[in-house]
């Protein structure tokens, strides 16, 4: 019993610290393969004109990369 305590500690000292890093860098979190860019697209959709949302995504990337 003392063996399943210490891990469950283990995975829950280890999410704890994922979950900070998270938060403190403020990156969304990616796969390893490179997902949708790994393929050469940018978006998922097939719309001329990307969403007010991901207009604004790309604003605030323009702006960090000037900065």
């Not at 704890?16 to 997902?35: E, T, V």
């Not at 050469?40 to 000037?66: F, H, S």
């Amino acid at each position: 019993m003392k063996e399943l305590l210490l891990a469950f500690i283990i995975f829950l000292v280890f999410i704890l610290f994922m979950s900070l890093g998270y938060i403190l860098k403020r990156k969304s979190i990616q796969g390893s393969c490179g997902g949708i860019t790994a393929l050469g697209m940018e978006k998922v959709c097939q719309c001329k004109e990307p969403c007010a949302k991901k207009k604004a995504q790309l604003q605030a990337q323009k702006i960090k990369e000037n900065i």
